[in-house]
């Protein structure tokens, strides 16, 4: 199975300031098809899970431009330019290009 | 409106059996993958299984292969988790989802439900 694994686990953040997360898999996450099934989500307390960049880097609908994602291969980035309080809560990285499909460990998001 | 809706969880003794059912609307169901995906307490995501919009082909994490299996039943617009040989360790709520990995053209989610395995 494909490993995932998030850096930091944890992130106090001022409102207004930049924050990013990382994730790295165990091997490449390029699909034959030649696609990355690469997700971050945001899960907020209390509440399921909420998909917020699919394929590396494409916003789902509705999700503010603050939010944005990077990079190839094994190497992962979700960045949020401006930490708004609403951004509380638990931040996944997923795979999905190959099953089983795999979450990182999650990284909680705390506003200082 | 799209709507995921659980049930079936509950308590049960190790070694026992559920079967959670999830009960889907507002969107063509029979058309997409579905998927279980489930939360231990105070824990990460964990991806249970997936089924193919025809039933052709499904994928069980190795945590639970051989115990549990996914299932759908299109005219009724559901989807079902048979859950045997229950461990303490597959205490968590579990959510029905079916999310456009590949489209980004959906995002669902149910509330989930409680499955509690303990003596």
């Known amino acids: 199975d494909i490993v995932m694994t998030q850096t930091p686990l944890s992130s106090p953040v001022t409102p207004g300031q930049p924050a990013s997360i990382s994730c790295r898999s165990s091997q490449s996450l390029v699909h034959s098809d030649g696609n990355t099934y690469f997700s971050w989500l945001q899960q907020r307390p209390g509440q399921p899970p909420r998909l917020l960049i699919y394929?590396?880097?494409n916003r789902f609908s509705g999700v503010p431009d603050r939010f944005s994602g990077s990079g190839a291969g094994t190497d992962f980035t979700l960045k949020i330019s401006r930490v708004e309080a609403e951004d509380v809560g638990v931040y996944y990285c997923?795979?999905?290009?190959?099953?089983?499909?795999?979450f990182g460990q999650g990284t909680k998001l705390e506003i200082k | 409106e799209v709507q995921l809706v659980e049930s079936g969880g509950g308590l049960v003794q190790p070694g026992g059996s559920l079967r959670l059912s999830c009960a889907a609307s507002g969107f063509t169901f029979s058309r997409f993958w579905m998927s279980w995906v489930r939360q231990a307490p105070g824990k990460g995501l964990e991806w249970v299984a997936n089924i193919k919009q025809d039933a052709s082909e499904t994928f069980h994490v190795d945590s639970v292969k051989g115990r549990f299996t996914i299932s759908r039943d299109n005219a009724k617009n559901s989807l079902y988790l048979q859950m045997n040989s229950l461990r303490a360790e597959d205490t968590g709520v579990y959510y029905c989802?079916?999310?456009?990995?590949?489209?980004?053209?959906?995002?669902?989610w149910g509330q989930g439900t409680l499955v509690t395995v303990s003596s």
């Open positions: 989802a079916s999310l456009g990995l590949q489209t980004g053209n959906r995002d669902y």
């Open positions: 997923l795979q999905a290009t190959q099953f089983p499909f795999t």
């Open positions: 394929k590396i880097s």
